[in-house]
C-alpha cells in the first residue's frame, strides 16, 4: 500500500534475538516493588469464556471496587476487559474510579464475519458503556495480501466508535516477523489507538519477539507522524518475570512515556495474583 511506502518492512532477526537476549538480562534488576505496582496498574483484568453472566462479571467488579480498600498502597488494574453483551454489567456494577472498560469487538477472535456487523457491534459495545474495543484484524485477509480491506475496515471501526480507544490485535502468533511489522504499520495509519499481540485464543500468543517488532514499529510510526500509539501484549502472560520482560522491552525502544497504563496494557487474569504476591511477598494470596 501507498501509505507504508515510507517505511522499511524488513526485519532482522538476528538482531531481534540479540537484543531479546541482553533485555532478558536486564529485566531481572527490575524485581521491585515499584515496577510490581506498574505492571499491576497496566493489567487488564480480563475474562472471555462462554461461562461469563452477570454474577461471574459482578464478582470481579466487587473485587476490583475493594482492591483498594484491601491493598491501599498497591494500584488498582487499569481495566475490566469482557464480551459485548457483558459490558452492561460491568457498567452497572463497577464502581471504583479511573478504571476503564473493555470489550473485545469485531467478530473476535476470529474477526470471520461482515464488516458492518463488526462495526455495529464495536459501536454497540462504546454505546453500552464500553470505553476501550479490542478488535482483531482478518488476518486470513491480510495473509492474502488484501492491505486495502485490512486497512478500510479498521478505519471504519475507529470512525463508528468515536473517542473509545481502538485497540487492534494482530494475532502475531499467525505471523512472520515481516509480517508483524506490516501488520503494525496499516493498524497505526488506520487509526489504532493500540496494537496488541494476540486473542489469547490460537496456540501461540504474546513473544518477546512479536513485542519487540512491534515496539520498534511503534517507535518508527511516532518519529513519523508524532502520534504515541500504545501497546499490549496479551495470551499466555501468568509469570511475573515473563512480565518483567516485556516491561522492559518497552522501556528499552519506547522509553519512559510508555511506561503507563495510557500506552502500555498487558491482558491477563492470573498474573494479577502473582504480582500482588511479588509485592506483599506471600505466595498464598489469590485475590482475583
Given at each position: ?28 534488576t527490575?524485581?521491585?516493588t ?34 483498594n480498600?484491601?491493598?491501599?498502597h ?15 454489567y ?11 472498560i473493555?470489550?473485545?469487538g ?32 482478518p ?21 463508528a466508535?468515536?473517542k ?8 502475531t ?18 487509526g489504532?489507538?493500540?496494537?496488541k499481540?494476540?486473542?489469547?485464543k ?22 513519523k507522524?508524532?502520534?504515541k ?45 502473582k ?5 506483599e ?5 489469590k485475590?482475583?
Amino acid at each position: 500500500m501507498k501509505i507504508l511506502q515510507d517505511y522499511n518492512l524488513s526485519v532482522d532477526d538476528q538482531i531481534i534475538k540479540t537484543n531479546i537476549d541482553k533485555i532478558k538480562q536486564e529485566s531481572k534488576t527490575l524485581q521491585n516493588t515499584e515496577v510490581y505496582n506498574r505492571i499491576l496498574n497496566i493489567i487488564d483484568l480480563t475474562t472471555l469464556t462462554e461461562t461469563d453472566n452477570e454474577s461471574k462479571i459482578q464478582d470481579m467488579c466487587e473485587k476490583v471496587n475493594d482492591f483498594n480498600s484491601k491493598f491501599s498502597h498497591i494500584s488498582n488494574v487499569a481495566a475490566i476487559c469482557v464480551y459485548p453483551s457483558m459490558v452492561p454489567y460491568v457498567k452497572k456494577h463497577l464502581k471504583a474510579e479511573k478504571i476503564n472498560i473493555a470489550s473485545v469487538g469485531g467478530g473476535f477472535p476470529a474477526s470471520q464475519t461482515f464488516t458492518l456487523i463488526k462495526i455495529d457491534e464495536c459501536k454497540m459495545a462504546v454505546d453500552a458503556g464500553a470505553n476501550e474495543v479490542d478488535i482483531v484484524i482478518p488476518v486470513g485477509e491480510f495473509l492474502d495480501g488484501n492491505d486495502n480491506l485490512v486497512f478500510e475496515e479498521t478505519k471504519k471501526i475507529k470512525g463508528a466508535i468515536g473517542k473509545a480507544h481502538l485497540k487492534v490485535i494482530l494475532e502475531t502468533g499467525d505471523l512472520n516477523a515481516e509480517q508483524i511489522r506490516k501488520a503494525s504499520l496499516l493498524a497505526m495509519e488506520a487509526g489504532a489507538d493500540f496494537i496488541k499481540t494476540s486473542t489469547g485464543k490460537v496456540a501461540v500468543s504474546a513473544t518477546h519477539d512479536a513485542m519487540y517488532i512491534m515496539s520498534e514499529a511503534i517507535k518508527d510510526y511516532y518519529q513519523k507522524t508524532g502520534r504515541k500509539v500504545g501497546i499490549k501484549p496479551a495470551g499466555g502472560i501468568r509469570e511475573v518475570e515473563d512480565a518483567l520482560v516485556y516491561y522492559s522491552i518497552v522501556e528499552k525502544v519506547l522509553g519512559e512515556d510508555w511506561l503507563n497504563n495510557e500506552l502500555f496494557r498487558i491482558g491477563a487474569s492470573s498474573l494479577a495474583n502473582k504480582v500482588i504476591q511479588a509485592i506483599e511477598k506471600d505466595e498464598s494470596i489469590k485475590y482475583f
